[in-house]
């Protein structure tokens, strides 16, 4: 394969990852080791991408990851709902971590 049709390749698989995330959680993210892109490539394919979902994007690198965000999301009640679950389900596992802490600190198992 050429290196055109490599690049080509991974833009295509790109955006079509980043936007199976923007439609199920309203981002995309992933690791600078993982990229297979430059980072400035794989941010014009967000911004490529929401642009053709019409949706307004911000992209920007921090420490060792790359992101894109959905800056409406969420924009409808159907959104809303999976913001929400989400939300739910990140306190879920914290408490029931935190629970399972306690737990073993009073068993003395820690």
């Given at each position: 394969m050429t290196?055109?049709?490599?690049a080509e390749r991974a833009r295509s698989v790109a955006a079509?990852?980043?936007?199976?995330?923007?439609?199920?959680?309203?981002?995309?993210?992933?690791y600078l080791s993982d990229l297979v892109l430059p980072v400035s490539e794989w941010r014009r394919v967000a911004r490529h991408v929401a642009h053709g979902l019409g949706r307004p994007?911000?992209?920007?690198?921090?420490a060792d990851f790359v992101?894109?965000?959905?800056?409406?999301?969420?924009?409808?009640?159907?959104?809303?709902?999976?913001?929400?679950?989400?939300?739910?389900?990140?306190?879920?596992?914290?408490?029931s971590r935190s629970i399972s802490l306690h737990a073993s600190?009073?068993?003395g198992s820690v």
């Open positions: 290196d055109h049709r490599f079509a990852d980043i936007r199976e995330r923007f439609e199920a959680v309203g981002s995309a993210q992933v994007v911000e992209t920007l690198a921090v992101v894109a965000r959905l800056r409406d999301w969420p924009r409808d009640d159907a959104e809303q709902r999976i913001t929400e679950a989400r939300m739910r389900a990140a306190v879920d596992a914290v408490s600190e009073v068993d």
